[in-house]
């Protein structure tokens, strides 16, 4: 910026001086031409502002002037510069915020600064004139109809083609270029066609939405004529003719009105389509359509993140460049330092789960400070004290409890060659009956109301070899895995993540949370597939320690399995496709959470209501998207919830503190943060025999 020839101030008046002011205006300025705009309206605006000797600005910004009241454009405009606005900017020096400089940054000049300076990219030029308001930068944006910005001439009327160099004025800044438009030339024509397609619709509606009467007369009777008018005037302003009964009246419609209904909105969708394209890459973060998908949604999201990036380094550019020669001019001191956009760590934190989730899979460390300060958690003040319980608790549950054989097994086990008792010399805990308390404990009706329309399936042709193979020997039950069994259970919950969760390939957003969704899956799997296996060979000896030959060992197995897929395997199906929509539910959730910011808990959908739940809808729990409440107690917490979320924008209205529901074991998470359909603390997991981790891990490691 180079040195003014004198030290003067733009006055700005229309033909009356404003209050305070003396001498003569440098700018005396009219107000805007509005309405009445059409296409070629718009091309003599563009073609003027073009003019290579002369160019005349005043019709284009009328214009736009004019174009920013349609409430799309309005809208879509906000949202982008919203990204601007509603993320701090701090002065750093030698990595820390200077005060002094700050300052300045938090009053109210400082964010109409950063509006203008934005708006010059949907305007296309902007001329500011510095001054100082006591203590304050301020500072006045220069009428645009006023500027001439290719010959940098102060215009006293918006119609002259001459007038005082700017260079004559103090603490001028200039941004964009002279000859650039703005975005808004772009978007005119499309507000300019969609105000002419409301015109034509209502009138359309005046003429089609409305009956239209009919009157006749004798010809030949001319008062009945008069009085007919003098009814007709008196009972609405619809269309009404009136004629004579000897002639006859012949209307011609349109063949499809309703087609031509749709006709308009479909134009009018199209225009709002095209701006909303133009200022943020997109149409699904802005409109509804049956033609959007979650992933497509996700994808124009990401386009519009990256356009507000570009508007952050746009910002930073102008203040840490364009205006370090203003901010010296007025003694605010910006050597040796630079402007930038806090981190306000409005982080994603589904997706930070997926990481934290699968670095502990991978058994690196993560510190706890690091997942306090990410999901935005308090501290506890007696943190120590809590940990070190943790910690005990952790090794009390990892020793491993080694259940007393049998005597009678024990003998067997030893003058056996064949080894069979080997499986169970540490024999585990059958907790059987507690898996079918915890399915059936919000059920009156057993499994069949859980069961009711399920697409379940099983390969019960996997499950026969798996058995034939535990009685050939050919794997141990204790220490290995069987593939075709593990293969057969994982499909049945691989389904379940497709059926609720949907299906993505490598390259799709959403697809490294379905893959950790999978990951879960074939954890669960293994556990689930170990924990069958093993009880179906312990049905391989007879009351004497012998073994069963297979057709009685098949047959005796046969209600064991039975139970395990019909009604335990089918149950976790139904579970986990609930489960698995609820996470696709939370994605939509935090992508909407700006508009949406709150969640309401829903009745449930189920006949047998569960009375935890219903304390939660009857007090209309509704709490921030983001409320630590969300990541323990959430919709499918208890088995067969069928309750769900709602996204509002009401007021949080409830205190979640007072809530002591405790989530069932395998349950106790949201998954749509922590990526797991299932928990470790499902009994196939918690109460698994010592060792059988080990065998997971080796298994997994495998595949």
């Given amino acids: 910026m180079s040195k003014k020839k004198t030290l003067r101030k733009i006055t700005v008046s229309g033909n009356l001086p404003r209050p305070g002011q003396t001498g003569p205006r440098t700018i005396i300025i009219n107000q805007p031409q509005r309405f009445g705009l059409d296409i070629s309206a718009y091309i003599n605006a563009v073609r003027g502002a073009e003019n290579v000797d002369f160019t005349r600005r005043t019709k284009l910004?009328?214009?736009?002037?004019?174009?920013?009241?349609?409430?799309?454009?309005?809208?879509?405009?906000?949202?982008?510069?919203?990204?601007?606005?509603?993320?701090?900017?701090?002065?750093?020096?030698?990595?820390?915020?200077?005060?002094?400089?700050?300052?300045?940054?938090?009053?109210?000049?400082?964010?109409?600064?950063?509006?203008?300076?934005?708006?010059?990219?949907?305007?296309?030029?902007?001329?500011?004139?510095?001054?100082?308001?006591?203590?304050?930068?301020?500072?006045?944006?220069?009428?645009?109809?006023?500027?001439?910005?290719?010959?940098?001439?102060?215009?006293?009327?918006?119609?002259?083609?001459?007038?005082?160099?700017?260079?004559?004025?103090?603490?001028?800044?200039?941004?964009?270029?002279?000859?650039?438009?703005?975005?808004?030339?772009?978007?005119?024509?499309?507000?300019?066609?969609?105000?002419?397609?409301?015109?034509?619709?209502?009138?359309?509606?005046?003429?089609?939405?409305?009956?239209?009467?009919?009157?006749?007369?004798?010809?030949?009777?001319?008062?009945?004529?008069?009085?007919?008018?003098?009814?007709?005037?008196?009972?609405?302003?619809?269309?009404?003719?009136?004629?004579?009964?000897?002639?006859?009246?012949?209307?011609?419609?349109?063949?499809?009105?309703?087609?031509?209904?749709?006709?308009?909105?479909?134009?009018?969708?199209?225009?709002?389509?095209?701006?909303?394209?133009?200022?943020?890459?997109?149409?699904?973060?802005?409109?509804?359509?049956?033609?959007?998908?979650?992933?497509?949604?996700?994808?124009?999201?990401?386009?519009?993140?990256?356009?507000?990036?570009?508007?952050?380094?746009?910002?930073?550019?102008?203040?840490?460049?364009?205006?370090?020669?203003?901010?010296?001019?007025?003694?605010?001191?910006?050597?040796?330092?630079?402007?930038?956009?806090?981190?306000?760590?409005?982080?994603?934190?589904?997706?930070?789960a997926i990481i934290v989730t699968q670095m502990r899979q991978l058994n690196l460390p993560i510190g706890d400070d690091y997942l306090y300060r990410t999901f935005g958690i308090?501290?506890?003040?007696?943190?120590?004290?809590?940990?070190?319980?943790?910690?005990?608790?952790?090794?009390?549950?990892?020793?491993?409890?080694?259940?007393?054989?049998?005597?009678?097994?024990?003998?067997?086990?030893?003058?056996?060659?064949?080894?069979?008792?080997?499986?169970?010399?540490?024999?585990?805990?059958?907790?059987?009956?507690?898996?079918?308390?915890?399915?059936?404990?919000?059920?009156?009706?057993?499994?069949?109301?859980?069961?009711?329309?399920?697409?379940?399936?099983?390969?019960?042709?996997?499950?026969?070899?798996?058995?034939?193979?535990?009685?050939?020997?050919?794997?141990?039950?204790?220490?290995?895995?069987?593939?075709?069994?593990?293969?057969a259970i994982y499909d049945v919950f691989s389904k379940a993540t497709d059926e609720g969760f949907g299906s993505f390939e490598a390259g799709d957003p959403e697809f490294d949370f379905y893959n950790a969704l999978k990951n879960n899956n074939a954890v669960f799997s293994c556990f689930r597939a170990h924990r069958m296996q093993n009880d179906i060979a312990e049905q391989l000896l007879d009351d004497k320690g012998k073994l069963k030959p297979f057709k009685q060992f098949s047959n005796d197995v046969q209600p064991i399995a039975d139970h395990h897929v019909k009604d335990w395997l089918e149950t976790e199906y139904n579970t986990a496709v609930i489960r698995a929509h609820q996470a696709a539910d939370w994605q939509q959730f935090q992508r909407e959470k700006d508009i949406l910011p709150n969640l309401k808990w829903m009745p449930t959908t189920s006949p047998d209501e569960d009375p935890v739940h219903r304390e939660f809808w009857s007090m209309e729990l509704t709490l921030p998207v983001d409320h630590p409440f969300w990541e323990k107690h959430y919709p499918g917490d208890r088995w067969n919830c069928k309750c769900s979320l709602q996204a509002t924008d009401e007021e949080a209205s409830s205190n979640p503190a007072s809530i002591k529901e405790k989530s069932d074991p395998g349950l106790d998470n949201n998954p749509g943060i922590s990526a797991e359909i299932f928990t470790k603390s499902h009994p196939f997991i918690a109460d698994a025999p010592s060792g059988t981790k080990k065998v997971v891990e080796k298994f997994l490691k495998k595949l």
């Fill in 61 to 352: 910004y009328d214009l736009y002037s004019e174009i920013i009241m349609d409430p799309h454009l309005s809208s879509v405009m906000d949202k982008r510069r919203s990204h601007i606005l509603s993320t701090p900017i701090s002065f750093m020096r030698d990595g820390e915020p200077d005060e002094v400089v700050n300052e300045q940054l938090s009053s109210p000049w400082f964010y109409d600064l950063l509006c203008d300076a934005w708006d010059t990219i949907a305007w296309g030029f902007s001329l500011l004139q510095f001054r100082m308001d006591g203590k304050w930068l301020n500072y006045d944006l220069v009428p645009r109809k006023h500027v001439d910005p290719v010959r940098r001439l102060i215009l006293r009327h918006q119609t002259d083609i001459s007038g005082q160099s700017w260079d004559e004025f103090d603490e001028l800044l200039a941004l964009g270029k002279p000859d650039a438009l703005g975005l808004l030339a772009k978007a005119a024509p499309f507000v300019i066609y969609k105000r002419g397609t409301f015109a034509d619709w209502a009138q359309f509606s005046e003429i089609f939405g409305m009956p239209i009467r009919e009157y006749t007369y004798d010809s030949a009777d001319e008062e009945a004529r008069h009085k007919l008018i003098n009814d007709a005037s008196m009972q609405g302003a619809n269309a009404v003719y009136i004629h004579p009964s000897d002639s006859f009246l012949k209307l011609i419609e349109s063949g499809n009105k309703t087609g031509s209904s749709d006709l308009y909105e479909g134009l009018k969708d199209a225009c709002n389509s095209e701006i909303s394209k133009l200022f943020l890459g997109n149409t699904l973060t802005t409109e509804a359509s049956n033609k959007g998908t979650q992933a497509l949604g996700t994808v124009h999201k990401e386009v519009e993140d990256t356009i507000a990036k570009s508007d952050k380094r746009y910002i930073l550019n102008f203040l840490n460049y364009d205006m370090s020669d203003i901010f010296s001019d007025f003694g605010i001191d910006i050597s040796g330092g630079r402007f930038e956009f806090v981190d306000s760590r409005d982080v994603d934190t589904s997706k930070q």
């Fill in 378 to 487: 308090d501290k506890p003040e007696n943190y120590e004290e809590l940990k070190k319980k943790m910690e005990t608790a952790a090794k009390a549950e990892s020793t491993p409890i080694t259940v007393p054989t049998p005597a009678a097994i024990t003998n067997q086990a030893q003058k056996s060659k064949s080894g069979l008792l080997s499986f169970f010399v540490h024999k585990k805990k059958d907790n059987s009956q507690k898996i079918d308390d915890l399915y059936r404990k919000h059920k009156c009706k057993h499994y069949e109301i859980v069961n009711a329309g399920s697409s379940f399936k099983f390969d019960f042709d996997a499950l026969e070899a798996s058995i034939r193979r535990i009685y050939d020997k050919d794997i141990n039950p204790e220490k290995e895995i069987d593939e075709g069994l593990f293969n």
